[in-house]
């Protein structure tokens, strides 16, 4: 198959080239979907993705404006799963020759027939109000030739948490903050009822009014930081305490306020094990509140109705598993360090990282200046350092930025900052009523914990399909995600984008169904026969199956060419490298460097270029191409050529000396753990 040698440009248009094209030749690089680049004058063109088979009579001579019936948009997205009944749909340009396509966007709801649900020239479609259910988008484009192929994507299920559809009694009286000092604490959460499966808290207690709830506190001054660099998964996930729900089957639990922000922090952590990562946790408790003895509480009537007359379901929608019987008030950030570099080996970098982590911990105990900040900050210019911070009691949320410097920011600003959050919960276990006293504990309350279990496996399946999706996610490579899907094909694995949204909704799908009491009976593990995919009936792993496991590696070798001997006449050299990709092996769009000056003149997406020296240099060139003969038909390379010349006996030689990296990804078949 040829491979597109260049990102393609949406708008497709073909680049004059100074040997001037016939129109006839221009007609010929037009026909077919997959057009395939050829070489004109020794340059190339980029194959263009467009259905030039009904063209009319100005495309193939005689005129300068054509007009086609374009092929299918090169892809359609939009969410696999969707909580909340909204969709966004949007899809890619489609090439209509001379003529600017529109298009017609069609909608299936529930297996039923097609309807359009929109005509235009915009490239995307918002879609609110969704009942639950599923739905399946297809879009074509069309000209005045006509309407081209539909491109279509998996079926979205929409189903909104069963969960929200009931609302909590909320007290309005009492104080929901408390002042000691000049500062204010908000309490707010304490005695709320706590979802332990989702690991939250609810929007409400069962508690008769909150004079019943609050109880004491105690003033504490407690202080932590933590740098941890983290090359898997489950060390990210220690190093986040994310470990803490497994205290769930105990007399207790204590969560973490910002247990729903490190989720997010999570999602936006990728390549781990290929890039260095630090995780830093800032901390720092101020003070601790406390409910009442559970002696001293008494649930509203509603609520022990539900459970003497055996109403578990409702008094789970109520009052949830367990409730907060303590608060810690303080701050709490957590922030995600990401190293990495075009240009050197994995090990290199984990050493680096090691380093920057060690001068963090220094920074952190001592203080630095603004100087000592600036060298730290200069020492490590030829890394590519970004971060990602949630922070709870400062600022509130995710943050991203993409400078090193601004970590010492956010470091500052967390230590500046009064810190009046609520960031840790302790939760206990309702108190079996009187009247049932000689029950045990989940026979008068519903049992949650197989389905945390399955919850836990989910989590961690999830983790590793992100981890082999990642090239293929539309929102983490906006562009090079469609390059990495062609590639796969390729090397032998069709349709992994589309794989990867499957298997992604089906987690989304089925973690709602062990999240919620309603849908229990729905809930399975990930290898279970009985999980399916109701649209397809295959099982729930069966698509993440198809995608492999992408190792990082790189091959590198030097290119040279030189002219020594003086001459009366000019003389010329030039030399050619090749360094080829393996059976499952693609390039590695994400990397690239140009250490050439002004020997080079462009970047190439998946190359790194060191110039070692040279002069008198006539010529250069490093490109991936697919060889149609040769030594290296049928194989992807990348190709290197340099030309050089010796101007005359009375001047010196010439000379091109450089090293070239190909950086690729290797697939592996592996199973998933569970």
């Not at 104080?175 to 706590?194: I, N």
């Not at 709830?213 to 933590?226: F, N, P, Q, R, T």
């Not at 971060?387 to 949320?397: C, K, Q």
């Amino acid at each position: 198959m040829s491979r597109t040698l260049s990102v393609l440009k949406r708008s497709h248009v073909i680049k004059r080239k100074k040997t001037l094209l016939t129109l006839a030749t221009v007609a010929s690089l037009l026909s077919g979907h997959t057009a395939v680049a050829r070489e004109h004058g020794g340059e190339e063109f980029d194959r263009i993705p467009i259905d030039c088979t009904q063209i009319d009579e100005t495309c193939g001579g005689g005129g300068s404006s054509y007009v086609i019936v374009p092929s299918a948009p090169e892809y359609i997205h939009y969410s696999p799963f969707s909580e909340k009944g909204n969709l966004k749909v949007e899809w890619a340009a489609a090439y209509g020759g001379t003529q600017v396509p529109s298009y017609k966007l069609y909608r299936q709801d529930n297996k039923g027939s097609w309807s359009l649900v929109y005509s235009g020239f915009a490239r995307n479609q918002t879609f609110s109000g969704l009942v639950d259910g599923l739905y399946r988008f297809r879009v074509q484009a069309c000209t005045s030739k006509g309407c081209g192929d539909f491109r279509e994507f998996v079926h979205s299920r929409v189903s909104r948490s069963k969960m929200n559809k009931y609302v909590p009694r909320v007290s309005s009286t009492g104080s929901r903050a408390r002042t000691f000092g000049s500062t204010t604490y908000d309490v707010a959460k304490l005695g709320y009822g706590f979802d332990s499966l989702n690991g939250e808290p609810m929007n409400g207690h069962c508690w008769t009014n909150d004079a019943d709830i609050l109880g004491g506190g105690a003033s504490v001054d407690e202080g932590d930081m933590k740098f941890r660099a983290a090359n898997t998964h489950s060390e990210l996930y220690a190093a986040l305490d994310l470990s803490e729900d497994t205290t769930l089957n105990l007399n207790y639990g204590i969560f973490n306020a910002e247990y729903h922000y490190k989720k997010k922090l999570v999602s936006k952590i990728h390549n781990v094990g290929s890039e260095g990562l630090i995780i830093a946790k800032l901390e720092n408790f101020h003070r601790n509140e406390y409910t009442k003895s559970e002696a001293f509480l008494n649930l509203t009537p509603t609520a022990k109705n539900y459970l003497l007359t055996g109403q578990k379901e409702n008094f789970r929608n109520t009052c949830g598993d367990e409730y907060v019987s303590e608060t810690t008030i303080g701050k709490l950030a957590y922030i995600a360090i990401h190293v990495t570099s075009d240009s050197k080996s994995i090990s290199e970098v984990r050493s680096t990282t090691e380093e920057i982590k060690g001068s963090l911990q220094g920074y952190a105990s001592g203080g630095f200046s603004e100087t000592e900040v600036s060298e730290i900050t200069s020492k490590y210019k030829g890394y590519s350092i970004s971060v990602t911070a949630s922070t709870l009691g400062s600022t509130e949320g995710i943050t991203e930025f993409i400078q090193f410097d601004k970590f010492f920011e956010l470091y500052n600003q967390f230590q500046a900052s009064e810190g009046t959050a609520v960031v840790k919960y302790k939760t206990k276990k309702y108190n079996v009523p009187e009247e049932l006293s000689s029950q045990p504990h989940f026979n008068v309350f519903l049992d949650y914990r197989p389905y945390q279990n399955f919850i836990r496996t989910w989590r961690t399946y999830d983790a590793q399909l992100q981890e082999r999706c990642q090239y293929f996610d539309p929102n983490l490579f906006s562009e090079l995600y469609k390059k990495f899907d062609a590639e796969a094909r390729r090397v032998g694995y069709s349709n992994l984008g589309t794989y990867c949204a499957i298997a992604k909704g089906l987690v989304a799908e089925n973690m709602q169904h062990c999240g919620e009491h309603q849908s229990w009976s729905e809930c399975v593990a990930p290898v279970s026969s009985s999980c399916q995919d109701s649209v397809t009936g295959n099982s729930c792993t069966h698509y993440a199956n198809q995608v492999p496991k992408w190792y990082e590696d790189r091959d590198s070798d030097e290119l040279w060419v030189r002219i020594v001997n003086a001459s009366i006449d000019k003389k010329y050299a030039s030399a050619t490298k090749y360094m080829c990709l393996g059976p499952k092996e693609i390039v590695d769009y994400t990397k690239q460097w140009n250490n050439c000056g002004e020997y080079c003149t462009s970047d190439v997406p998946g190359v790194g270029i060191d110039f070692l020296g040279g002069w008198n240099i006539d010529a250069k060139s490093h490109r991936i191409v697919e060889e149609s003969s040769g030594d290296y038909a049928g194989q992807t390379c990348l190709k290197s050529y340099a030309k050089i010349h010796s101007k005359a006996w009375w001047k010196s030689g010439g000379k091109w000396h450089s090293r070239q990296t190909l950086n690729k990804l290797q697939a592996v078949d592996e199973p998933y753990i569970f």
